[in-house]
């Protein structure tokens, strides 16, 4: 809307406003009593856009809020594919988006017959008009030229054209003007991330050591709510420079909730977190962001080539994307698909793959800071690839403090500590081994685990 229809809009306006002055000019030169009947043709434009532009207006804010559901069900329909299949239901999803369909064309329709009606009207304002223009020439035929007559005529049918343009294309950038305006209010309503206090610029190269100090740390998704069930309940914990530690419990203890606040994507009630003696509390969000470096299951996709995906800040040389992409072993894979420069589809790797390409991602930025954050990295890939992804990060982080959340618990049984949460309480802590020779909830869930299928 704003970047076609804008200034589409405004060109075609310009010159058809302007095509108009022109042509009314011509007319009334070649045949001055035509002019007379300009103030009324004026009056009938104006009356005509005027309810034009309020009837099409609405109706196309009504075409575009009767697109949303259709585009909710369809990335809706995307994401649940297999549920779909698995109970059947494709035919009433079917039947479900042809009453979407239907619906979302209505609102259009209408503004079709709208326009219509405008082409309509001009067209019988024309006619009459034409009307005028010839009852004058019979009338003064001896003293109207008959070639200032002819051009008065084809002056006629041209303007009523430029006329229709110029109302359909105003009433365009009216709509596309309340699209700005819309973007403007979300602009000016959204308030700034960062909260007061959060403006500490860290040295360049925090988080040069890799301490991680949790004290007392609560947070809760109810915002405030008196009832609201807190997802970390004052969480107390110490990394040490360069240590690995895996976390591990059950669906809903508070593994990911932990990282959320690490990642000031989730505000604590309550407690602290500092990195290398620095609380993430006095630091802007986005520079957090930027220096943790984090992998996770579900990695976005960002429109472009294959080379803005594994390096977006475009701060690496050639030969280093090359050397990682090469390191998880998919320089043959993306040369065949056109290398580096290649638009990355989704479907242009396997899942695997993709996690494997991330990880490319992720170890390009290994220099950035001491803080390696993975949250389920191996959880939907199969046995090799489980194992290529654990060599690589032992390998390439091997002096980074690494915290890994993760359900296969044979990825972090080689680990310096486990954490073991449960109700968004740290209910146990220390190294595997020693947790799996004792009777530990650690044991307890390495012997419910899934066996890993090679």
Not at 75 to 84: D, N, P, R, V
């Amino acid at each position: 809307m704003v970047d076609n229809h804008l200034p589409l809009g405004l060109v075609v306006t310009l010159a058809s406003f302007f095509g108009a002055i022109a042509k009314a000019g011509l007319l009334a030169a070649s045949t001055p009593y035509i002019a007379a009947t300009f103030p009324l043709l004026g009056a009938v434009y104006f009356y005509l856009q005027r309810g034009y532009l309020r009837t099409s207006r609405q109706l196309r804010l009504l075409d575009l809020e009767e697109k949303a559901p259709v585009y909710t069900q369809f990335l809706e329909t995307l994401s649940g594919l297999a549920t779909i299949r698995a109970f059947g239901w494709s035919d009433a999803i079917i039947e479900a988006n042809h009453t979407l369909v239907d619906r979302s064309q209505r609102p259009f329709y209408l503004l079709m017959i709208v326009q219509r009606w405008l082409v309509l009207v001009l067209d019988l304002t024309t006619a009459g008009l034409a009307l005028l223009l010839v009852g004058l020439a019979v009338r003064l035929r001896g003293e109207v030229d008959v070639g200032l007559t002819g051009v008065s005529l084809v002056q006629l049918i041209s303007l009523s054209e430029t006329v229709n343009l110029l109302i359909q294309f105003w009433t365009s950038i009216e709509t596309s003007i309340g699209a700005v305006a819309r973007i403007k209010q979300f602009a000016e309503d959204t308030g700034e991330e960062n909260l007061p206090g959060e403006t500490q610029e860290p040295p360049s190269q925090w988080p040069d050591k890799g301490a991680i100090q949790v004290s007392n740390l609560t947070a809760s998704y109810g915002d405030g709510k008196e009832d609201a069930v807190n997802a970390l309940d004052a969480v107390s914990l110490e990394i040490k420079p360069g240590e690995k530690i895996g976390i591990c419990g059950r669906t809903g203890s508070g593994k990911s909730s932990l990282f959320l606040v690490l990642l000031r994507l989730l505000d604590p009630s309550s407690g602290s977190i500092t990195i290398d003696g620095i609380s993430l509390s006095s630091l802007p969000r986005d520079t957090i962001r930027s220096r943790l470096i984090t992998l996770t299951q579900d990695q976005f996709v960002l429109p472009g080539t294959v080379r803005h995906n594994v390096d977006p800040r475009d701060v690496y040389s050639e030969v280093d994307i090359n050397e990682a992409i090469r390191l998880v072993g998919l320089s043959d894979a993306i040369e065949q698909h056109g290398g580096l420069d290649r638009s990355f589809d989704e479907d242009m790797l396997s899942h695997g793959q993709k996690q494997l390409f991330f990880l490319a991602r992720a170890v390009l930025r290994k220099h950035d800071g001491r803080v390696v954050l993975l949250d389920e990295v191996t959880s939907s890939v199969d046995h090799k690839t489980e194992q290529v992804m654990k060599a690589i990060i032992e390998d390439e982080f091997k002096e980074h403090t690494v915290v890994s959340i993760t359900h296969r618990l044979d990825t972090i049984v080689d680990f310096d500590r486990v954490i073991v949460m449960e109700k968004g309480c740290v209910v146990e802590i220390g190294k595997p081994k020693d947790l799996l020779a004792s009777n530990s909830k650690f044991k307890a869930l390495w012997s419910a685990r899934p066996r890993s299928v090679a």
